[in-house]
């Protein structure tokens, strides 16, 4: 039985796919984000074991409260680091008729074996996904994030061909990828894709500041406050969100 590093769950949660959601967090992210208000998910041997009955059996209490729309969402950290896990869950969960979703940003995606094969019985099992866009131009996007993105967008494609639903989330930061020949190219790259239901634009904040402090990491966005109502406004226009 495959076990996961699980960081958190929230019971209720309302902005993380359709309805009402039980979010279950898994440790582990090859990202290091400059914004990330979470930096305490990035290391997955510090998460909690769980089997997937032992997170179901926990989920299945707040299903009343679901209604048609709502289910399990997985989040992290990143999900996609732990893809056999996940596929287990995600199976174990439409045996029990929940709608699933999965909150990523793509950045352990692959089509070398046997990460792909895999990926691509998981896509069976899964209703929504939350596709995470940190920033459309290569150069930017190490810089913001320290990770390539040809392997994300090529995830957005594929998502595609397949005819997976897909919200696209843009975490907003100012000077690193608010500025408009990002957003034009980031919006040009979207209409691409033929399965995109939803794009939200997501302001950069610094709730998370003491979480780098109380881990000793230096933060990198030091003296960047988050974007006005404007720039918000002008993203979300030019995206469509």
């Given amino acids: ?4 590093y699980v960081h958190s769950v929230e019971s209720f949660g309302s902005v993380d796919g359709p309805g009402v959601r039980y979010i279950i967090f898994l440790a582990g992210c090859p990202m290091r984000c400059q914004f990330c208000h979470n930096p305490d998910t990035w290391k997955m041997d510090e998460g909690k074991e769980a089997t997937a009955d032992e ?5 299945v209490r707040y299903k009343p409260y679901w209604g048609d729309l709502g289910g399990i969402t997985v989040s992290g950290g990143e999900p996609l680091l732990q893809i056999d896990f996940l596929l287990e869950l995600f199976k174990k969960a ?10 990523t ?6 089509k070398e074996e046997p990460y792909y094969s895999k990926f691509l019985e998981l896509m069976k099992y899964t209703d929504l996904v939350m596709l995470d866009i940190k920033h459309i131009d290569p150069e930017g996007h190490k810089i913001l994030t320290k990770r390539p993105n040809d392997n994300i967008l090529d995830l957005a494609r ?9 919200w696209i989330r843009h975490v907003l930061v100012p000077e690193r990828n608010d500025k408009d020949e990002y957003l034009i190219r980031l919006r040009e790259f ?3 894709l033929k ?30 406050d988050p974007p006005t109502k404007e720039r918000v406004e002008n993203a979300r226009n030019i995206l469509g969100a």
Avoid: R
Wanted: glycine residues 10%.
């Fill in 190 to 192: 979207i209409d691409t």
């Fill in 195 to 224: 399965t995109v239901e939803k794009v939200e634009v997501l302001p950069y904040h610094t709730l998370g500041v003491h979480k780098w402090q109380t881990l000793g990491i230096p933060y990198e966005l030091e003296g960047i």
């Fill in 94 to 103: 439409k045996d029990m008729g929940i709608n699933t979703c999965i909150d």
């Fill in 158 to 166: 594929t998502l595609s061909d397949m005819g997976i639903k897909m």
């Fill in 55 to 59: 997170l179901l059996a926990k989920a």
């Fill in 105 to 110: 940003s793509g950045s352990p995606f692959t």
């Fill in 1 to 4: 039985m495959v076990k996961g």
